[in-house]
């Protein structure tokens, strides 16, 4: 090749060159490529002027560290690094970049791998564009929809969820309650002589007012519950997961408490009470406008009973819970006063008729020498958290009446005490267990702590640790109702017992039910595997004694030798005088 024509293909190079260049920078994105390493070889001059450079050329060798974007710069150089070792392009990546003044902006990005022609990667080559703009506009366009959604489902007042809301919602507890077969609350709740603040102190103070009331229900409800507005001075109200009416009266009871405080509205004191009624799914309807019709209904009875207070939809429930909250009420005094007395029921060898254990039971009078049954009352300890004081009074009384047996030298065996499950739980209840023996001279190897099985199966290796801690103190310890709470062979190993009591319901039916019979026999068989002694509860007939017996259980408590009795004829027993 001569020199004319070199000289030619030089000038024709460069022509190409300034060509792709003023190409490159002329397209309306930026543009750049960089080595193995991460370091620019180069760009266009709309990427270099991001860069905050006067000079395509003062960009070659420089790294992400070095650009206004170096905050985001460990985010890029990962990306690089998953784009060299997999060989895969990344398109249309949405990103952050800080610009050369500081300022936030979002870019769309693609980085494809540079690769030559016998297919390695040297480089990458990437453009964005600046999508700052449009993602404003998303943020702006969403947060119009969100308001003009809240605007359709709100009540513009109070911002409550409205009635269009209100119903999805009660719509999903529903059925959210028909499958875990569990109850749902629906309140109706009205302002008491509302029309008349609004005729007296105008329509802004009217306002004012249910605004105020929104925020004080509110304030009372669990997080799970939902309030709502009806319209007007009326308010709707959900209680999701109900297990019993006496937690959505709770909780009512706590909302018209808020109100006993005066509103003050510009200068003045105004005074609202509440008429609240109550409907329970599936007890009183089993649709979302059914409940809320029959919520309505029961208000207008609060309204016609003189306002300023509650009903439920039948008035059964509302007789019941009235009841309840009477029984709660004194059963708090009761414990205060401890006025209970402890009933005994001896388990007897069947063999030879010896005495070889007591069970210890609770009794409670109403003072006019009727007995309140342990099935009505116990329950109502469990769910109030009354079961601690009380349970910690039997244990104390339980003790002190040992200790006197064998200091008038009589041997009853071990006294079982029932446990719940909520004093189990309790952080300090080995503490308090080991501050009774003490207190009262009980030696532990005289005690039984009685357990159900249904209740130690709802958290087993919570249990174990805890039965554990008691089988250490010296207390022997056994499963009441065994059979009844379906615990694993597993478990059952490892729980550190030392009796199974078969529940009286397989003892009953012994004498004419085949099914109860083997389901005896396999406890029978299980308890001597594991070498445990079984006692089985609610023996009444010689028959059900003598199958008992021949099967292998020869502790027998029942009705067959003795119905609960108070301390003293329980002595007498002891000492043979019956």
């Known amino acids: 090749m001569d020199h004319a024509e070199q000289k030619h293909l030089e000038q024709e190079i460069q022509k190409e060159s300034a060509l792709l260049k003023t190409v490159i920078d002329t397209v309306p994105i930026r543009i750049f490529w960089k080595d193995l390493e991460s370091r620019y070889l180069g760009a266009n001059k709309l990427f270099a002027e991001d860069a905050n450079l006067q000079d395509v050329d003062q960009l070659i060798g420089k790294n992400d560290y070095d650009m206004p974007w170096k905050n985001e710069a460990d985010l890029y150089r990962k990306m690089d690094k998953d784009i060299i070792d997999t060989g895969i392009a990344e398109l249309n990546i949405e990103e952050p970049l800080t610009d050369k003044e500081g300022k936030h902006k979002w870019v769309s990005k693609f980085k494809v791998p540079l690769i030559d022609k016998n297919g390695k990667t040297f480089g990458i080559l990437g453009a964005y564009m600046d999508i700052t703009h449009k993602k404003e506009n998303e943020k702006n366009l969403k947060l119009q929809r969100d308001a003009l959604e809240h605007q359709a489902y709100h009540d513009t007042l109070t911002g409550l969820p409205n009635r269009l809301l209100f119903l999805d919602r009660l719509n999903q507890y529903i059925h959210k309650a028909h499958r875990n077969k569990q109850k749902v609350a629906v309140l109706f709740i009205d302002m008491d002589r509302f029309k008349e603040i609004n005729d007296s102190l105008g329509h802004v103070f009217g306002d004012e007012a249910i605004k105020e009331v929104a925020q004080r229900i509110e304030g009372q409800i669990r997080e799970t519950d939902t309030i709502g ?55 009183d309807a089993e649709t979302a406008d059914d409940l809320l019709k029959n919520a309505d209904a029961a208000m207008y009875r609060a309204k016609e009973d003189g306002r300023n207070t509650y009903k439920f939809y039948t008035e059964d429930m509302t007789q019941k819970v009235f009841e309840r909250i009477a029984l709660e009420s004194k059963l708090r005094q009761s414990i205060k006063d401890e006025n209970f007395m402890l009933y005994f029921q001896p388990q007897i060898n069947g063999k030879d008729n010896r005495i070889m254990g007591i069970e210890t039971l609770i009794r409670w009078e109403d003072g006019h020498k009727n007995f309140i049954s342990p099935a009505t009352f116990i329950p109502v300890a469990e769910e109030t958290g009354l079961i601690i004081p009380l349970g910690q009074w039997i ?43 003490e ?34 103190l010296g207390i022997s310890l056994s499963i009441d109702d065994f059979g009844t709470g379906y615990s694993s062979l597993s478990y059952l190993k490892r729980f550190p017992i030392d009796t199974l ?35 089985a509860e609610g023996v009444e007939t010689e028959e059900q004694k003598s199958f008992l017996v021949s099967n292998g259980c020869i502790n027998i408590q029942g009705y ?3 119905k609960p009795m108070p301390a003293d004829e329980m002595e007498k027993m002891l000492r043979g005088s019956l």
């Open 501 to 535: 009591k078969i529940d009286q319901s397989f003892v009953k039916d012994l004498s004419d039910n085949e099914e109860d019979k083997a389901i005896t026999k396999a406890v029978i068989a299980l308890a001597e595997s594991l070498n445990l002694r079984v006692i």
């Open 395 to 437: 244990l104390r009384s339980g003790m002190q009446q040992i200790v006197k047996w064998h200091a008038d030298g009589l041997y009853p065996g071990r006294l079982a005490i029932n446990i719940s499950m909520l004093q189990l739980q309790k952080h300090d209840f080995i503490s308090i267990l080991e501050m009774l023996l």
């Open 229 to 283: 507005r009806f319209g007007g001075d009326e308010f709707i109200m959900i209680f999701n997961d109900i297990s019993d009416p006496i937690v959505v009266v709770n909780i009512v009871q706590k909302i018209m408490q808020s109100m006993h405080d005066p509103i003050m509205i510009g200068g003045h004191s105004i005074y609202v009470t509440l008429s609240i009624g109550i409907s329970i799914y599936p007890e």
């Open 560 to 562: 067959l030798y003795a």
């Open 439 to 472: 207190e009262t001279g009980c030696q532990p190897q005289w005690l039984e702590i009685e357990v159900t099985e249904s209740q130690i199966m709802k958290n087993p290796e919570q249990m174990i640790l805890i039965l554990q801690k008691i089988n250490k």
